[in-house]
């Protein structure tokens, strides 16, 4: 038997797998059982109603997607009265992605949905779909300090704060998020990116910018995930273009200690069952009887020795 469980601030997963937001609703309870995934992860939502950008708000390319969803919201109350207690029927903990547009609506709802049935909030700080040309919380470190310290003292649950690749600050941001009260982060969001029907020459988003995810963007979610394990003590989540086991293991080394599985289910729904079969199957076969000897021991290509990461703080 291989153990798949991984802590994430204190928080017990059974395995490492979870969905990214935006990308799982309960519709697929119809699909696979639902508690075979590590954690459930929504849709941000808003206090208050959003209509979202307008259409076409997705489009291919080069195999990945860009989406420019606009988060559309049916505000905190629909969502506290007909999606926690969905999920109240299954024992696989809940986080709630939630997003504002100040630091002061962020931290109400954040202490609206700290609800029991809630066991972590991931706070959306880096959407690029909201403000002009891609503006979010987490694209600086001192905004991302700001906001967090607001969303602290508004719940006693985990925080997980998902930061931006929209950023030339990665390891900054992480360590103003951590500093800011953060439990852990999730690294990271779509890259802010464009496509134009060459036709008709106009952008393929009605929103003409959006956020570029699926296996284009690993790479970079990869190094970005490395950096930021590096530079906090807090777990890192990662996600952006996850959609194989191999893929999973490479996180998993760079140092995360989770992983988020989004644009792959929407080519596959039942992904990140497959994954999660599939990683059992690999550690088994490496003789490894539990995923956590695995995070973190990325070797480094001059030492030739395993690359030191910074202890979880006491
Ligand atoms: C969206 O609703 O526009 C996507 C959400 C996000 O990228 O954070």
Redesign the pocket.
């Known amino acids: 038997m291989v153990d798949l469980s991984v802590d994430i601030a204190g928080l017990k997963l059974k395995n490492p797998i979870m969905p990214a937001?935006?990308t799982f609703s309960e519709e697929l309870a119809e699909v696979f059982d639902l508690d075979r995934l590590g954690a459930h992860v929504t849709?941000?939502i808003t206090r208050g109603w959003r209509d979202?950008?307008p259409t076409p708000r997705v489009c291919e390319v080069n195999g990945s997607m860009l989406?420019?969803?606009?988060?559309?919201s049916k505000g905190v109350g629909a969502f506290l009265e007909k999606v926690v207690p969905f999920y109240r029927h299954y024992e696989t903990p809940l986080v709630v992605s939630i997003?504002g547009n100040t630091a002061d609506e962020f931290a109400t709802l954040c202490s609206e949905v700290s609800v029991d049935g809630v066991a972590a909030i991931e706070v959306?700080i880096?959407?690029?779909?909201?403000e002009e040309d891609g503006k979010a919380f987490a694209i600086r470190p001192s905004s991302t300090y700001d906001v967090m310290c607001k969303l602290r003292a508004a719940t006693k649950l985990p925080l997980w704060a998902?930061l931006t690749p929209n950023t030339g600050e990665t390891p900054e941001v992480a360590r103003a998020a951590e500093e800011g009260g953060a439990d852990a982060l999730v690294v990271a969001?779509?890259i802010l990116s464009m496509a134009i029907d060459i036709h008709s020459r106009r952008p393929k988003l009605g929103n003409l910018m959006?956020?570029l995810s699926g296996p284009s963007i690993k790479p970079i979610a990869l190094r970005m995930a490395y950096q930021c394990a590096r530079a906090t003590r807090i777990p890192v989540i990662g996600c952006g273009g996850i959609s194989t086991v191999e893929d999973v293991i490479e996180f998993l080394i760079a140092g995360a200690s989770a992983v988020q599985v989004g644009t792959a289910t929407f080519i596959h729904p039942t992904a990140m069952v497959s994954i999660i079969e599939g990683l059992e199957s690999w550690l088994a076969a490496e003789g490894l009887s539990s995923v956590r000897d695995l995070i973190g021991t990325v070797i480094d290509g001059e030492q030739n020795e395993a690359v030191v990461f910074m202890e979880a703080a006491p």
């Open positions: 937001s935006g849709k941000t979202g950008n989406n420019s969803i606009g988060i559309p997003s959306n880096s959407c690029p779909n909201i998902k969001n779509t959006g956020g």
